[in-house]
């Protein structure tokens, strides 16, 4: 083995097919497969830590490696993983998105009339960073450029004081061009732009506050979005009503093509069509609105966008309702000193990242689901339940359950609360998904969890939608029609059961011996969800071996043996898609493309996603063998893996994220129950 500096795989465009199965080869130990894909190389912007992303050992073949080497490297990842515990008792990694969440920030600042100098500076340096050899901003590490991304990134740096004629901005401007001007933007890039008078509102879909005085049961009323788009829909109506203008003293002609965008021919046959004559109807609406009747609706919203601040200052934990509820309130007349709005400041900086590469938000955190990934992970590795970081995690745990009604009590206003959310503070919206991996946990830990576990068991239960399937925050979140309105350009809407979250509300059932009808149509809904080629799509994670590594362990925990048609052609499926080098990849694409799917450069977390399937099927053979060789060649000397790529989505096919803590405790995982025999169906680890 040598050690050598890894080069960047970021392709320079977004043309291109998708390897063949297999194809992929790792090279000079950092796996720079997209090589093979037939991109050009290009570098991530100037990130010093892609750069300097350390020395990683680098092997052209993957060799069998012995039993010894595998606990070598092992022993390194759990020491490795330990070191990141908080002394309070979590774990949390950086949660990496796109530049978007720096340049709403600074453009909020702006609004706001709160930005600093030395914030724009920090924050552009970050921005700047993060740009492509073409001159483009992307939404996933590898992935091609994004108009939206771009044009908001440009905005950004023009506050920032970069001027239009300067390299790195005619690049860009040229790319937005190229792709349709500021007039193909999303509505979201759009709004942002009318907020500082370079858009006009007029131009935009409306979004009535009359919206929240619609009814639980009426179609399309605020509880049909899903939690994330609820958020943030009530404080756009807001904003919508106001149509605030406060210029920045700039222009951005040099991104106007001057051609609006053909109209799309809609049919009012069709729910589209329907929608874009009502939207026709409600700006007409919009210049006399019923007065008594706004005035109630704006009075709601407020109320609402109150009532749903949580303990850190955010809402929903997350980036996209934060940001328009504190424009909204602020555009209600709440002074900045005012607590929700001082309180929602706070928050931001607290989500806020500052160091030598520059100054960048994080989208969301995630506290609770990284500390419970690592608990699990420890114990497969063979930590014992009375191992202090087991003891202090649970403890920390059992202390975030909520015990409160949330949001979802409006579809479930009968079933009592119990559960976890995925932040430090978020008692509205806590989830299934959490849920099930915070008692898993917690049976992996001598604690009391002082009767949690079984309401967070009945909790999910009574969350089971009416299919047999599981959504992650609501039950019966499946209006599709949510979908078809015209200001939904971007991301999905709606909360409906998704393969990865109903495989671990399997995997926590069965687990627990819940065994029941609640069990059997979570198992019969896995079932069905597999897809014609074996695999299972991932909402939650990229994605098909994300779903399929999900999917896998929770059927056999659930009884299924490894022999069933379903397990052996997810195996089959897995053993296609491996690449040359042993490991497994998908890219971001595949949310798109299908030809994508199972495909892309090998990653840490994807690698041991496969390696969870297998393993629980009891499959020790030749592919499971490179894989554990793949994960021990390429773990750096100090017990971690790099991992650039992007593997987990907030909205599939437009928002992706890098869970930083993903590439170190999935690893120890899949090595822990290669090396113990920990897993689905093994009895060991469970108290």
Known sequence: MTTTRAPSPWPAGSTGSPPAPGALRARDGAGTALEAIGHEAASFGDRAEREAAGEVEACEEPAV??????????????????????????????????????????????????????QIEASARWVRSNQRSDGTWANFYGGPGDLSTTVEAYVALRLAGDPVDAAHMRAAAAFVRGAGGVERSRVFTRIWLALFGLWRWDDLPVLPPELMLLPSW??????????????????????????????????????????????????????????????????????????????????????????HQEADGSWGGIQPPWVYAMMALHLQGYPLTHPVMAAGLGGLDAFTIEDERGRRLEACQSPVWDTALAVQALADAGAEPDDPALVAAARWLVAQEVRVRG??????????PGGWAFEFANVNYPDVDDT????????????????????????????????????????????????????????????????????????????????????????????????ADGSWFGRWGANHVYGTGAAVPALVSAGLPATHRSLARAVTWLYAHQNDDGGWGEDMRSYRDPAWRGRGASTASQTAWALLALLACGRRDEPVERAVSWLCSTQRPDGTWDEPWFTGTGFPGDFFINYHLYRQVFPVMALGRYVTGSGPGSGVGAR
């Open 436 to 531: 099930a991996e915070v008692v898993l946990a917690l049976r992996r830990a001598a604690v009391d969890d002082e009767g949690s576990v079984e309401r967070a068991l009945r909790w999910t239960e009574g969350m089971q939608s009416a299919d047999g399937g599981w959504g992650a925050f609501d039950a019966e979140n499946t209006r599709a029609l949510c979908r078809e309105l015209p200001f939904c350009d971007f991301g999905e809407l709606i909360d409906p059961p998704s393969a990865d979250v109903t495989a671990h509300a399997v995997e926590v059932l069965a687990t627990c011996g819940r065994r029941g009808p609640a069990l059997e149509r979570g198992v019969a809904w896995l079932l069905d969800a597999q897809e």
């Open 218 to 307: 009426f179609p399309l009323n605020v509880y049909d979005f899903g939690s994330w788009a609820r958020a943030t829909v009530v404080p756009l109506t807001v904003v919508g009503h106001h149509r605030p203008v406060r210029p920045i003293g700039i222009a951005i002609d040099e991104l106007r093509t001057g051609v609006p965008p053909a109209p799309e021919r809609r049919e009012l046959t069709s729910w589209a069509g329907r929608f874009g004559l009502l939207d026709q109807l409600l700006h007409h609406y919009e210049r006399r609105p019923v007065r008594w009747l706004r005035r109630l609706a704006l009075e709601r919203a407020e109320r609402w966008i109150v009532a």
């Open 407 to 416: 949001d979802w009590a409006v579809r479930r206003p009968a079933l009592a």
């Open 65 to 118: 490696v012995t039993d010894a080497a595998v606990a070598d490297a092992l022993d390194r990842a759990c020491r490795a993983l330990r070191r990141g515990q908080d002394p309070a008792g979590w774990w949390k990694g950086e949660l990496e998105t796109n530049v978007t969440m720096d340049a709403e920030d600074l453009l909020l600042r702006q609004f706001l009339g709160i930005a600093r100098a030395s």
